[in-house]
């Protein structure tokens, strides 16, 4: 069975940092572009950050520039979402899916199967003082 499993979330204070990882079992994210999404209640999901298979030309949405940087493990096939600065605002479920593709493309952003088609169940990211 192909999954992807996220960890690595939990509570902290505004301004301080985590760090998620994304790791696969049936198949190796190496080969894939991933994508990290999340989605806080009553909202949509919307597309954090985005790392294609070479790993060069991260994607990153506005609100996390500078705050956020996606890398890839190569010794262990996983991804990684560092995540600095953390305000309230960030509160969400954070998801990684694996897309379909080797290369984040232009709407790297949209949650669609189309695209994405191995999805974790998230880890829950709580900021708050």
């Known amino acids: 069975q192909l999954q992807v499993v996220e960890s690595g979330g939990g509570v902290v204070r505004p301004g301080e940092s985590l760090r998620l990882s994304c790791a696969a079992s049936g198949f190796t994210l190496d080969n894939y572009a991933v994508g990290w999404f999340r989605q806080a209640p009553g909202k949509e999901r919307e597309g954090v950050s985005c790392i294609s298979r070479g790993g060069k030309d991260p994607k990153y949405a506005d609100s996390v520039k500078g705050r956020f940087t996606v890398s890839r493990d190569r010794a262990k096939s996983t991804v990684l979402l560092q995540m600095n600065t953390l305000q309230p605002e960030d509160t969400a479920i954070y998801y990684c899916?694996?897309?379909?593709?080797?290369?984040?493309?232009?709407?790297?952003?949209?949650?669609?199967?189309?695209?994405?088609?191995?999805w974790g169940q998230g880890t829950q990211v709580a900021v708050s003082s």
């Open positions: 899916a694996a897309s379909r593709f080797i290369s984040c493309n232009s709407d790297w952003k949209k949650a669609t199967p189309a695209i994405y088609d191995t």
